[in-house]
């Protein structure tokens, strides 16, 4: 199968349940170096907006939290979150996290997309 949107390929896509408020982690290819992605869920009562923090944990692993997500509706991104390059291809991502009103779980939507290729370095 192979799908597309525009000039992206859709790599890896999914709906996850989380177990509670858990964070959910998604490998990307399980190769000798592994692209890991730990999306989670926080809440900082000293804010009062709702924003997303992607952050660079490991040379390998990005985080993204999700911080003060409103509860009972799907929030997410609304472009394209450039990622950098996987298999010599431009790696994007969009997603949609929908916390339950009662804060005790919440699901994830998401979509990793393959762009142009890149010049290899060899």
């Known amino acids: 199968m192979k799908i597309t949107s525009g000039s992206f390929e859709v790599v ?17 290819s399980e190769e000798n170096d592994p692209l890991v992605f730990v999306f989670c869920i926080e809440y900082d009562q000293e804010r009062n907006d ?5 952050s660079l944990v490991k040379h390998n692993e990005v985080r993204i939290t999700c911080i003060n997500f409103p509860r009972g509706k799907p929030i997410g991104s609304s472009d394209m979150i450039h990622l950098g390059v996987m298999n010599n291809r431009k790696l994007s991502l969009r ?7 009662d804060a005790s779980s919440w699901a994830l939507v998401f979509t990793f997309y393959a762009g142009e290729g890149v010049p290899s370095h060899e």
């Open 50 to 54: 709702f924003t997303t923090d992607i």
């Open 95 to 101: 997603y949609e996290i929908t916390v339950n009103s």
């Open 12 to 28: 890896y896509h999914g709906r996850v349940f989380a177990y509670e408020m858990n964070p959910i982690e998604i490998v990307l």
